[in-house]
């Protein structure tokens, strides 16, 4: 140590680090040739460009900050097109508790950015930003939807009607004709009943049991309320799928979401909010394997004095691990895919949870090496686990064979059985076969 300071080889020439809040920003800047100097600047867009002039005046070329809520953002859009820019995690670059100051703390981040000490985060560019925004924004009002149509059950509940005993979706054609029979006045029961269609697995007298109750014009009143939520969301989210076209289209990246889709498990919708938040530029990751990681897709590393603790996975990208994770539940229900095979061993030994985020990992490794070498996902077939290692599959079936009092000699690929009483069973059925 010298003056206080901790001293490290400088690998940057000359960089700022800035500490980012709601109202301020205060910035550091270090390096070869200049002072060291500190400032202060309020979050407004003419204080922020005075910062650059500040920044240009002193030849910087390296910037470094910390991801502060959305509070980087202003920031990073005005600096993003002058300087190379490092979004570091804030537990990356957590100083010595004690005497913790802004100004410190900018001092501190400026050293670990001229020795080389941060790993800045992945930042894709402006359009698919912007369409990341689009994407999180149609996820939102989807999941208010399944909000609104959860309410309409509660309210048929509170009134004693029972449909949703009977029908198999409240949002089907049925339901919904039923409901709003309902709300403009019809309380026939028999008139409800036209409804019904030979499709439906309950009875018309189990209908007919299930409309029996006391709607008043309380319920009526709140059914139209949510019925009318749900028609403006609806429109909502046909504007945002209009507005999504468009930047397709754009940005010409319609070829990759149509190769996504060859995934078994992924429909359109998964695939762009896939390409909205990993980008189509592969190369902004050393490989598949720090996707995953950086998705929270991968199991964690936590190794002490050679123990393997905990590998949960990573906290990463929940927007996409929760989608990925969507993707997975389609996935496991195809029918003749390696993807359903890895489910099914992959459950009957850790469980359906575990199963779904390794299937959802597969997903996310083979989304990678589509959008790299833009090619379309190649079935394995659902045969193809059964295939690798073979023979050791054999000896294991033939130990557990011999522990059950039967020996089998192979030769020439003909099996011939010899056992004890408890075989003869299983040995007469072979030779009827």
């Known amino acids: 140590m010298t003056n206080n300071k901790v001293m490290f ?29 500190t400032r202060t600047y309020d979050c407004f867009t003419q204080s922020i460009e005075s910062f650059k002039s500040w920044l240009e005046d002193n030849k910087i070329t390296h910037i470094a900050m910390e991801s502060t809520g959305v509070y980087w953002k202003p920031v990073y859009n005005i600096l993003e097109n002058s300087f190379e820019i490092l979004l570091v995690n804030a537990r990356h670059i957590k100083n010595v508790s004690g005497r913790k100051t802004d100004i410190k703390d900018s001092q501190w981040i400026a050293q670990l950015l001229l020795s080389g000490l941060l790993r800045g985060s992945f930042i894709p560019p402006k359009p698919i930003r912007e369409l990341r925004d689009l994407t999180r924004t149609r996820k939102k009002i989807v999941n208010q939807i399944s909000a609104e149509k959860n309410r309409i059950q509660r309210i048929l509940e509170d009134a004693n ?9 409240m949002s089907g054609a049925v339901a ?21 269609h030979g499709k439906m697995k309950a009875s018309k007298e189990d209908l007919a049991a299930s ?47 149509e190769l996504l889709q060859t995934i078994p498990g992924v429909g359109r919708a998964s695939a762009i909010a896939i390409v909205s938040e990993i980008g189509t530029d592969m190369d902004r990751f050393p490989d598949e394997k720090h996707l ?35 993707c997975a539940w389609g996935a496991s229900r195809t029918k003749g895919t390696y993807l359903r095979s890895k489910y ?49 599959k054999i000896k ?38």
């Open 396 to 433: 294991r079936h033939l130990k557990q064979l011999k522990e059950l009092g039967i020996q089998v000699d192979l030769n020439d690929n003909v099996a011939s059985i010899s056992s004890c009483k408890t075989a003869e069973p299983l040995m007469t059925s072979l030779k009827g076969t």
């Open 176 to 196: 919904a004709k039923i409901v709003d029979a309902m709300i403009c006045g019809e309380n026939d029961i028999d008139e409800l009943l036209k409804f019904h």
């Open 9 to 37: 080889d400088q690998i940057v020439s000359r960089g700022c680090g800035i500490d980012v809040h709601k109202k301020v920003l205060v910035a550091t800047i270090r390096g070869t040739g200049i002072e060291e100097e």
């Open 292 to 326: 995953a990681s950086w998705a929270g897709m991968s199991p964690g590393c936590n190794e002490s004095a050679g123990k393997k603790k905990s590998s949960r996975t990573t906290n990463g990208n929940t927007y996409l691990s929760s989608m990925l994770n969507q």
């Open 344 to 392: 099914q061993r992959l459950a009957a030994r850790r469980g359906k949870k575990r199963a779904i985020t390794a299937l959802g990992h597969k997903i996310l490794i083979a989304a990678y090496f589509i959008l790299r070498d833009k090619v379309a996902y190649k079935e394995l077939g659902y045969e193809h686990l059964m295939h690798l290692n073979k023979t050791y």
């Open 211 to 257: 409309l029996h109750g006391f709607l008043t014009d309380h319920h009526s009143f709140l059914l139209t309320l949510t019925k009318d939520s749900i028609f403006e969301k609806e429109q909502l989210l046909a504007r945002i799928d209009e507005r999504i076209d468009v930047y397709l289209k754009e940005q010409e990246i319609d070829l990759d979401i």
């Open 161 to 169: 009607i029972k449909l949703s005993c009977v029908v198999s979706d």
